[in-house]
């Protein structure tokens, strides 16, 4: 099995947002364990990554959290998409459709060049 890649820059916000739309409320370990495995097992989060990550994305409103019990037992922080951070997830997919779109036009037959 190959090595797993970092998460590209600029792409963990969205990925989280993505997660808390699909799952609901979840913990930062059910974040990374979820991204990982959407991925295939492709990407890795590192989670000196995803702390900050999930604090720019609560102090922008993006995201909201508070405390509770995860499944096994032990306290953890859930966070849960807010009203503003699904606008933000709605806008950010739109460029990345769109992105991606015009990266496909290159890569497809005959180059775009």
């Known amino acids: ?3 797993k890649a970092d998460v590209w820059q600029g792409t963990l916000a969205l990925m989280i947002l993505r997660t808390l739309d699909a799952l609901g409320p979840q913990h ?13 097992d ?17 102090q922008e409103g993006a995201i ?6 995860s499944e096994n037992g032990r306290r953890a922080k859930f966070y849960t998409l807010t009203r503003r951070g699904r606008t933000e997830m709605a806008r950010a997919s739109r460029e ?18």
């Not at 930062?28 to 295939?40: C, D, F, L, P």
């Not at 990345?96 to 180059?111: D, N, V």
């Open 28 to 40: 930062g370990y059910g974040i990374a364990r979820r991204i990982e495995q959407t991925s295939g």
């Open 64 to 69: 909201s959290s508070e405390w509770g019990q």
């Open 42 to 58: 492709r990407l890795s989060v590192n989670y000196g990554t995803l702390h900050p990550a999930l604090l720019k994305l609560e």
């Open 96 to 113: 990345w459709a769109e992105a991606t779109a015009i990266m496909a036009r290159f890569l497809g037959e005959g180059g775009g060049a």
């Open 1 to 3: 099995m190959g090595t």
